[in-house]
């Protein structure tokens, strides 16, 4: 069946520091990949998707490729800051007779001034 | 603005007893969804649905119950058939237009039950 696999945490960076979450899945067919980040007691938000191979999606400076042949979707920010202290999902979705998303474990990022 | 709206964030029970969880959204989305989240773990299914008057078991629907009268609406019922009910409780909905849409969240609602 299909599933995600996300690096284990707690990851803990200084602010500035590169940031890198390795996202990994298995799928069947041709699914969409989601990056969902959860602050301290909130639900999920959508942080990016990429729908199709190639696909990099961004927003507010995180970048993710979908990348076929390794099946990875890595979740990447050049910078770092403490406000982006939060848990991070990594998910994917694939149409079939209704839609089922599978979300990765969660890696927690903690960021230090 | 549009959303989905969870109540109450904290609730606090005795074992036995049946509770519910209140999901609302405004945001004209057919299918609604109910997620648990455990700490260290990721999101589990429990109950999800596509229509008004129509829903379907996720992976984890033994002890739950849900009921989809009107579209805005999907609230989940704990019973006390539920083994380990205490968990933060996490509603969501999408478009079914075809194009793999994200889902919205509610901030959730964290059960307690003692």
């Known amino acids: 069946g299909n599933s995600v696999t996300q690096m284990e945490g707690p990851v803990t960076l200084s602010e500035e520091a590169f940031l890198t979450i390795n996202c990994t899945y298995t799928?069947?067919?041709?699914?969409?990949l989601f990056w969902y980040v959860q602050y301290p007691g909130e639900g999920l938000q959508l942080l990016l998707k990429a729908t199709k191979a190639d696909d990099k999606g961004s927003n507010k400076g995180f970048e993710a490729t979908y990348r076929k042949e390794t099946t990875s979707f890595h979740l990447e920010k050049g910078s770092v800051q403490v406000s982006d202290s939060a848990v991070y999902f990594c998910a994917l979705s694939e149409r079939t007779s209704y839609d089922k998303v599978i979300f990765g474990p969660g890696t927690s990022l903690s960021v230090i001034p | 603005d549009g959303g989905i709206t969870q109540s109450p964030k904290y609730l606090f029970r005795k074992e036995g007893q049946n509770v519910t969880l209140s999901c609302e959204q405004n945001l004209n989305h057919d299918a609604m969804y109910w997620y648990r989240q455990d700490p260290g773990q990721g999101l589990r299914l429990i109950y999800y649905?596509?229509?008004?008057?129509?829903?379907q078991k996720g992976d984890i629907a033994e002890g739950y119950s849900v009921s989809r009268e009107k579209k805005e609406s999907f609230p989940l019922t704990v019973t006390s058939a539920q083994k380990n009910p205490t968990a933060f409780y996490l509603c969501?909905?999408?478009?079914?237009?075809?194009?793999?849409?994200?889902?919205?969240f509610g901030n959730g609602t964290r059960l307690t039950v003692t």
């Open positions: 969501a909905s999408s478009t079914t237009d075809g194009d793999n849409s994200p889902l919205h």
């Open positions: 799928a069947t067919g041709y699914p969409s």
């Open positions: 649905s596509q229509i008004v008057n129509d829903f």
